[in-house]
């Protein structure tokens, strides 16, 4: 284990510095690339070979800062690029051009959509559908040259949120449809494919539905079994296997199906599997629904099995190409995200209504209930919760229209925090009502039951707090070799920038980076607070992949934990940037933005330091050991442990 002496002797800058920083680099990067199941880069995959200087100039020279806020906070940086100042895309006719359809789709939901009735019978009823087709609601991100409403994704994401504040089980049709079931076909069909699918999906005369899901395979998606064999004529795949949990599955006559192409490899002669998107129809015959699964929840939703037996797919219908499929599949899970993002800050905004309007009605010794501080304290955390969800949300959107490809990390947060904050909202908007919570009649226990999958699906929150720790311990480790190389090159500007930032840390100068010059001055004391958040997890990191190594891959206890902290910064960050514009704006609210943010800013600052302060204590390894035993005891027992009190 690296010595925390080390870090601070010989740091001079001189031989005994370079030395220092050689051993540090070729302690962490030795271990960390191979750290995490997290991806492995192309730059770090180059740096594995054997180099000559004159390579490892080369190679130095190729290791990229990423333009990922999340990621570069792995190395204690603040790299503002993507988040401030907050964005503002969308220019006067593009408002123009989405407010057209916010208030018919509103009335229409209010007036038309009857989401009781729905939930009862398990099914969206006709009207609904063919109303939303009307409407466009099924094409609202198809360009217009295919028959959609061609809205980019800030437009979409302002629809998405009147949807989903109505009804979750309508808003995972649409989604399902469009946010994931054809995305594909947007983000990678040729041109013939577009032609062919998208006018009559965007008109609803086809419904989408993505098949990755199988009996065996549910976060671990590169493990899927379903099998796509060339044909002798080379003319289709003949796909075998089968999926569950499909939204959409019983009725959607298009699928984005994910199976494995076995080739032969050239150089070992061994079959491997080559994981491919195809574009499936249900006429092409071979593919089979089972009935509709009964759920806790959106029970409107259609969710059912999807079998296939030697279902012929032309080969023109690979998505994206074979071998590609996970790929295929990542970026329309990451690009669909913020659709589930700015969906659920519509359904807490709609819960937060509702409880104030009970609180401010509701009478108990002899005051109204709002006035307590029980019930302020719930308000305010209900509404800073849907305040950065929606920024969150509305962030993801704005980046993606203008560009940004590297947005994986902040999409995954997106979507634990905007999960968890409506299961947190809606629980404390019923627990406000009381009683009456309870009740059907108030419409929120139909929404609880509807949210709790949103933990699950589109990515289990726990899985991907994983995949945002080991993506950002990653990042750091192809950084840390790259400083390893510049040592070895004597890249002087390299060793002297990382040289200095670790003497100041170590020597306790340290004050973070310099935010505030980004934030507007009433919120200063937060910028403070995040800039001293983000030095202290960078050298946290650093020393954790220090003492781990390559071993961090089996430390979930951590990396969870490293995942939690990252939210808490990330959604620090967007909070200031949004509210800065705000201020800049001259908009209302600032100053009752400003107070949410400082509330948020300063709670998930002493949480990041709590955090810090219990995985770097022996105390806490000693507890996940623990923990490890007790689990082991219980799954052996296929029981709790301990012998009932009263001893039978
Ligand atoms: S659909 C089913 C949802 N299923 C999932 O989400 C599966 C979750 N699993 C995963 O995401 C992956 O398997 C994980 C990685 C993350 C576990 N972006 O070695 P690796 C790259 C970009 O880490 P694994 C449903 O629920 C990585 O960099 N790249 O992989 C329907 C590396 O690249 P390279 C990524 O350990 C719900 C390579 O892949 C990503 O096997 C209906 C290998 O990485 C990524 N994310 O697993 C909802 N991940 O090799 C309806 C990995 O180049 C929607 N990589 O270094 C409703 C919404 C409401 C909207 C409102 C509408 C109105």
Not at 397 to 419: L, P, V
Not at 499 to 506: I, Q, T, Y
Request: glycine share 8%; proline share 3%; with cysteine.
């Amino acid at each position: 284990m690296m010595n925390s002496s080390l870090l601070t002797t010989g740091c001079r800058l001189g031989p005994s510095c370079i030395s220092l920083l050689n051993r540090v680099a070729a302690r962490t990067a030795a271990t960390a690339t191979s750290a995490a199941s997290a991806p492995v880069t192309s730059e770090s995959r180059a740096n594995e070979q054997p180099q000559g200087t004159k390579d490892t100039e080369k190679k130095v020279k190729s290791a990229r800062v990423s333009n990922s806020f999340v990621l570069n906070l792995y190395r204690g940086n603040f790299h503002p690029n993507e988040l401030f100042p907050y964005p503002n895309v969308l220019n006067e006719e593009q408002k123009e051009n989405v407010k057209v359809f916010i208030d018919p789709i509103w009335k229409f939901f209010e007036e038309k959509n009857d989401s009781v009735k729905n939930d009862i019978n398990e099914k969206i009823s006709e009207e609904t559908m063919n109303g939303l087709k009307e409407q466009g609601a099924f094409g609202i991100q198809v360009p217009v040259e295919y028959g959609g409403l061609g809205l980019n994704n800030t437009q979409a994401a302002r629809l998405y949120e009147v949807v989903t504040s109505h009804d979750l089980a309508v808003s995972i049709c649409l989604g399902a449809h469009q946010s994931i079931g054809f995305k594909g076909i947007l983000l990678f069909g040729t041109e013939a494919q577009k032609q062919k699918y998208l006018p009559k999906l965007a008109g609803g005369e086809y419904t989408a539905a993505f098949a990755l899901t199988e009996p065996s395979t549910g976060s671990d998606a590169a493990s899927i079994k379903t099998k796509a064999e060339l044909s002798a004529d080379g003319k289709y795949y003949v796909l075998n296997g089968s999926k569950i949990w499909i939204s959409n599955g019983g009725f959607a006559e298009v699928f984005t199906v994910f199976a494995q192409v076995p080739s032969v490899d050239d150089k070992t002669g061994q079959v491997q599997n080559k994981m491919t998107a195809f574009i499936v129809e249900r006429k092409f015959g071979g593919l089979t629904s089972g009935p509709p699964e009964k759920k806790m929840g959106i029970k409107a939703s259609n969710t059912t099995e999807v079998f296939f037996e030697d279902c012929k797919v032309p080969v023109e219908n690979v998505l994206g190409g074979v071998g590609n499929g996970f790929k295929v599949a990542m970026n329309i899970l990451n690009n669909g995200r913020f659709g589930m993002v700015v969906g659920l800050s519509g359904t807490m905004k709609m819960a937060i209504r509702k409880a104030i309007d009970f609180a401010k009605n509701r009478r108990q010794f002899g005051r109204t209930i709002d006035t307590y501080g029980n019930i302020q304290e719930k308000l305010v955390r209900m509404e800073t919760r849907q305040y950065i969800t929606e920024t969150l949300g509305f962030l993801l959107a704005q980046n993606m229209d203008r560009g940004s490809t590297e947005y994986q990390c902040e999409a995954a947060i997106g979507k634990i925090f905007a999960s968890e904050s409506a299961w947190f909202v809606l629980d404390e908007a019923i627990q406000i009502h009381g009683g009456m919570g309870f009740m059907r009649a108030t419409g929120l226990e139909r929404v609880v039951r509807d949210l709790r999958i949103f933990r699950i699906f589109e990515g289990a929150n726990d899985i991907l707090r994983l995949f945002v720790g080991f993506t950002g311990l990653q990042y750091v480790g192809t950084h840390l070799r790259e400083l390893q190389n510049a040592v070895k090159s004597f890249n002087f500007n390299a060793i002297v920038g990382e040289g200095s930032k670790r003497l100041r840390r170590n020597i306790g100068m340290s004050s973070g980076p310099n935010i505030n010059e980004f934030i507007h001055p009433s919120l200063h004391p937060c910028g403070l607070l995040l800039s001293k958040s983000i030095d202290r997890f960078g050298s946290t990191i650093e020393q954790i992949l220090i003492k781990h190594g390559k071993s961090i891959r089996d430390e979930q206890f951590i990396v969870h934990r490293i995942g939690e902290m990252t939210i808490d910064l990330f959604t620090m960050a967007a909070s200031l940037s949004r509210c800065t514009q705000s201020f800049k704006l001259q908009s209302p609210t600032a100053v009752h933005e400003s107070n949410l943010v400082r509330i948020w800013c300063e709670e998930a600052h002493d949480r990041i330091n709590s955090t810090i302060d219990t995985i770097q204590n022996p105390a806490f390894t000693a507890r996940t050991k623990l923990m490890t035993e007790i689990a082991r005891e219980m799954v052996d027992k296929e029981s709790t442990v301990p012998v009932h009190p009263l001893g039978f």
